[in-house]
């Protein structure tokens, strides 16, 4: 069974920094470009990051970028984020994804078609 599980959230301060963990298991995705996204409290799902399959290519959320950074390990079949300089506006269940259909960047959620349980996030003093 292919699944994805999401490890690392946590509640932490601001300025603090966190790295979640997404570990795959019952099929490999290292041809696949892997996501994450966030869904805070009463807000729909967003687009946080996402990596092409060989990690040669990376995007992020503008609300991100320079804070972020995602990588893989394709022989672990594990994807990473790293939060730095978190913000209480960062608060959000996080999700690992996968879109195994593609090979190259994608933001939009309906293109991914495996997704983690999510991992609590919450950025507060």
């Known amino acids: 069974q292919e699944q994805l599980v999401e490890s690392g959230g946590g509640l932490v301060q601001p300025g603090d920094s966190l790295r979640l963990s997404c570990a795959a298991s019952?099929?490999?995705?290292?041809?696949?470009?892997m996501g994450w996204f966030r869904q805070a409290p009463g807000k729909e799902r967003e687009f946080v990051a996402a990596?092409?399959?060989?990690?040669?290519?990376?995007d992020y959320a503008d609300s991100v970028k320079g804070r972020f950074t995602i990588s893989r390990d394709n022989a672990k079949n594990m994807v990473y984020l790293q939060m730095n300089s978190l913000k209480p506006e960062d608060t959000a269940v996080y999700y690992c994804?996968?879109?195994?259909?593609?090979?190259?960047?994608?933001?939009?959620?309906?293109?991914?078609?495996?997704w983690g349980q999510g991992t609590q996030v919450t950025v507060s003093s």
């Open positions: 990596i092409s399959w060989n990690g040669g290519g990376t």
């Open positions: 019952g099929r490999t995705f290292s041809l696949s470009t």
């Open positions: 994804a996968a879109a195994t259909s593609s090979y190259t960047i994608v933001v939009v959620s309906w293109k991914y078609d495996y």
